[in-house]
């Protein structure tokens, strides 16, 4: 089975399960700020997922200075998370 990967600034911690993966991102790394509306969110995934169910692509792109190939590449990355994770198991895990 495939690990997951952090990634975020360097961080090359690997997890099992992608639970595991979403709860390290949002607990153990600094919150970001959105550059196209403000909100503080967490970095990785919730942050992917953030700019991309509450933006539309044009704004993204304007907002990051991203390519089209960038885009593609997170929206790759939040669909291989939602096809897998138990999004629910996450949240609670976070609001302990």
């Keep these: 089975m495939a690990r997951w990967k952090c990634a975020i600034e360097g ?4 997890f099992d399960r992608v639970e595991d993966l979403m709860v390290h991102q949002a607990a153990e790394h600094e919150r970001i700020k959105c ?7 967490p ?4 942050a992917i ?3 991309f169910d ?5 704004e993204y792109v304007r907002a990051y200075d991203a390519s089209a190939a960038e885009v593609r590449r ?9 096809e897998v994770a138990d999004l629910r198991e996450v ?5 302990e």
Excluded: M, P, Q
Aim: net charge negative; hydrophobic share 35%.
């Design 54 to 58: 509450e933006h539309s692509r044009a």
């Design 91 to 95: 949240v609670d895990r976070l609001d």
């Design 11 to 14: 961080d090359d911690a690997t």
């Design 35 to 41: 550059n196209v509306c403000g909100a503080v969110i």
């Design 49 to 51: 997922r953030h700019a």
């Design 74 to 82: 997170r929206e790759k990355v939040k669909e291989a998370i939602e």
């Design 43 to 46: 970095d990785g995934y919730f």
